[in-house]
């Protein structure tokens, strides 16, 4: 079964600090990959995703992430976060023969001071 | 376009209850998956639905179920409530099977008193 881990489960950041949040995933097939975006009384949204080509994917707002295949790892970065950045983040697995199964981490809460 | 819309957002039952959720996704979406999210638990994959089928199913007992419409609208429905069942469901579309992401609504927060 696929499964999910996150590194952290609380992160403080100041504003302009730079952010890497962690992302690994147990699947030995195909995957695609995601990191969402949950801000404060807000729906899920998208941030970014991997299907294939470049590993290096930019998303909305800055973010950006590289799939590292050989460590099942799919890590999102921002150089320069900002107090809007506050959210929680998920990331994502949904392997190629599962259909739109989604598997997700348990999520990383980013708290970003002013 | 409009984005996924679920209703109701809020919804109080009492255990032994059964309640049903709707889910209308984004137009020209066929895919529609549920999800039930809990502080303690996280996101968990509930089901899919993909042309009126249900395509894939997570591990959750046989009180919760779903069907999807020729409009590609969905409900779930959950039998005999319990508490545990308190959670935020989630609705996500996407336009077919894969490899496509998933559009989430807002969700419909349930409580079981």
């Known amino acids: 079964a696929q499964s999910v881990s996150q590194h952290n489960h609380h992160v403080i950041l100041s504003e302009a600090a730079s952010l890497e949040l962690g992302c690994n995933y147990s699947?030995?097939?195909?995957?695609?990959l995601f990191w969402y975006v949950q801000y404060p009384g807000q729906h899920l949204q998208l941030l970014l995703k991997?299907?294939?080509?470049?590993?290096l994917v930019k998303g909305i707002k800055g973010f950006e992430a590289e799939f590292i295949k050989s460590k099942f790892s799919f890590n999102l970065r921002k150089p320069s976060v900002q107090w809007s950045d506050t959210a929680e983040y998920f990331c994502?697995?949904?392997?190629?023969?599962?259909?739109?199964?989604?598997?997700f981490g348990p999520g990383t809460r980013l708290s970003v001071l002013p | 376009k409009a984005g996924v819309t679920q209703t109701p957002r809020y919804l109080i039952k009492t255990r032994g209850q059964q309640v049903t959720l709707s889910c209308s996704p984004i137009?020209?979406?066929?895919?529609v998956s549920w999800y039930q999210q809990t502080p303690g638990q996280g996101l968990q994959f509930l089901f899919e639905y993909f042309s009126e089928t249900q395509r894939n199913k997570g591990n959750f007992p046989g009180r919760f179920s779903g069907r999807q419409f020729s409009n590609s609208r969905s409900e779930m429905n959950v039998s005999t409530l319990e508490l545990g069942d308190s959670a935020l469901y989630l609705c996500a579309s996407s336009l077919s099977q894969g490899p496509y992401e998933q559009y989430f609504g807002p969700g419909t927060r349930l409580t079981v008193t």
């Open positions: 137009s020209g979406h066929r895919s």
């Open positions: 699947y030995g097939g195909t995957v695609n």
């Open positions: 991997y299907f294939s080509g470049d590993p």
């Open positions: 994502a697995v949904n392997a190629h023969n599962y259909g739109q199964n989604f598997v």
